[in-house]
């Protein structure tokens, strides 16, 4: 099991002479309730080659109909390696650093993964687990885009524990004597992005692997839980045609991730806060009368103003609470609608644009309670913690072929 848990990708790049600041779009699940933003980038990007044309942002998802817009992303795909604007640059990993605006530096290392390795089953002893309860019905969706795609370009990261800091630091340290393959600003207020390829990968692989020396939970899941579960109902419904020579030969077994240390110091965990839209008063009385505990919190509404609720505290049980409440009042209530959100700020702007509506700010997690809590084999409630705010989230760089 442990030597084919993680693999040197043959990792696709934008082709020299494209501009990457164009190139490059957040993840298609931020800024979902803010359509200005992709109606920006939109005004950015023109023609030029972008990820914007590979993916499905999701604040599309109630304008677009959804097989067109899928098949013209094939379409897009398919020009895209034709006209030879994706490059192979190897077998091999990628340093990456990363600056925000919040942050002056955050490392990562894109790595491809076994998804023979990773399940997202919350009883699961797997090396690669998910970090929140998966939503089955958000899969096919996602499916149908990537069941005729030709290439895997993700905004995954996985999350290890490496409190020593023995993998991807001592990589940044050297970084001046690995080729440089892109150093770029990123658009929308992203910060900076630089990448470093490395070819010589097997002592990295190496030293991952110590780690399970220790624990049977090697990464889980902190961005993009459902995009990987949709790589594993892809990969399961091919290696149904394959024999066990092909399967460990197929593109589409291996799944391109970026890896973080949980304990970078350039990786924070911040709150996702929910967003009620379409609700009654009964909704915040409910809500009030089932919550009890000596943490304060707020809702913000249109009508009310800023309302105090208490929480137990800052752990995944609260998360649990809300959301448990949440979920009963959307069956009874079929016309309301959750939303996740980013940042107090735009929560409470969103809040201030409907009536009818309660903004709910949640706690945040700490990181090293969230790994041991994942360690135990249970999962957190769905969106209980981001790793930083929404322009931090990783933009659509790498890809890799899956057919």
Same mark, same amino acid.
């Given at each position: 099991? !442990?030597?084919?848990?993680?693999i040197?990708p043959q990792?696709? %790049? ?5 501009d990457l600041?164009k190139?490059?779009?957040? !993840? ?11 109606n920006?980038l ?5 023609d030029?080659?972008?990820?914007l044309?590979?993916?499905f942002?999701? !604040?599309?998802?109630s ?7 899928i098949?013209?992303?094939?379409k897009?795909?398919?020009a ?15 340093l ?9 530096k955050?490392?990562? *290392?894109?790595?491809?993964?076994d ?7 919350? &009883?699961t002893?797997?090396?690669i ?23 895997? /370009?993700?905004?995954v ?6 409190k020593a800091?023995?993998? /991807? ?5 050297k970084?001046?004597?690995?080729? %440089?393959?892109y150093?770029?600003?990123?658009? &929308? ?5 630089s990448?470093?390829?490395? +070819?010589?990968?097997?002592? /990295?692989?190496?030293s991952?692997?110590?780690?399970l =020396? ?6 889980v899941v902190? =961005?993009?839980?459902h ?6 109902v ?6 149904m045609?394959l024999?066990?020579a ?20 350039g990786?924070?965990?911040?709150? /996702? ?12 009385r409910?809500?009030?009368?089932? %919550? ?9 509404s ?6 105090p ?10 998360? +649990?609470?809300v &959301?448990a ?29 409907h009536?009818?509506?309660y903004?709910?700010?949640?706690p ?9 809590y ?5 999962? %957190? ?13 990783r933009?659509? *760089?790498e890809? +890799?072929?899956?057919?």
């Amino acid at each position: 099991m !442990a030597d084919s848990v993680i693999i040197a990708p043959q990792i696709l %790049l934008p082709r020299k002479g494209i501009d990457l600041t164009k190139f490059a779009v957040i !993840a298609c699940d931020q800024f979902t309730s803010q359509i200005d933003y992709w109606n920006s980038l939109e005004t950015i990007i023109k023609d030029e080659p972008s990820s914007l044309r590979l993916i499905f942002p999701e !604040a599309y998802l109630s304008l677009v109909n959804h097989d067109s817009y899928i098949n013209q992303i094939n379409k897009n795909i398919d020009a895209y390696l034709k006209q030879g604007l994706l490059e192979s640059q190897g077998s091999g990993f990628i340093l990456v650093v990363r600056s925000t605006p919040f942050q002056p530096k955050r490392l990562g *290392l894109v790595i491809a993964i076994d998804l023979e390795q990773y399940s997202y089953d919350p &009883q699961t002893r797997a090396p690669i687990r998910a970090s929140e309860a998966t939503i089955v019905e958000r899969i096919p969706p996602r499916l149908k885009i990537r069941e005729n795609a030709s290439i895997e /370009i993700p905004h995954v990261i996985v999350l290890f524990d490496d409190k020593a800091r023995d993998i /991807i630091e001592p990589l940044y340290e050297k970084r001046q004597q690995i080729p %440089l393959v892109y150093d770029f600003d990123l658009n &929308q207020n992203g910060g900076h992005l630089s990448g470093y390829f490395i +070819k010589d990968t097997e002592p /990295i692989i190496a030293s991952f692997m110590k780690l399970l =020396d220790r624990s049977s939970l090697l990464f889980v899941v902190g =961005d993009g839980n459902h995009s990987l579960a949709t790589a594993k109902v892809h990969w399961n419904n091919i290696k149904m045609n394959l024999s066990i020579a092909e399967q460990q030969k197929h593109p589409a077994r291996y799944s391109l991730v970026e890896a973080v240390n949980i304990y970078d110091e350039g990786l924070d965990f911040e709150p /996702i806060h929910r967003f009620v839209n379409h609700a009654d008063k009964d909704f915040l009385r409910g809500l009030i009368s089932n %919550l009890t505990g000596p943490k304060t919190s707020y809702v913000y509404s249109k009508s009310d103003g800023k309302i105090p609720i208490y929480l137990p505290d800052s752990s995944p049980k609260s998360y +649990k609470m809300v &959301q448990a409440y949440i979920d009963g009042y959307l069956k009874t209530h079929p016309r309301a609608e959750v939303d996740y959100i980013h940042g107090e700020k735009d929560l409470i702007k969103i809040a201030t644009m409907h009536k009818d509506s309660y903004a709910i700010v949640m706690p945040s997690l700490t990181k090293e309670a969230v790994f041991a809590y994942l360690e135990q084999g249970v999962v %957190l409630p769905r969106k209980a913690f981001s790793m930083g705010h929404a322009v931090e989230k990783r933009y659509y *760089l790498e890809s +890799k072929l899956i057919k």
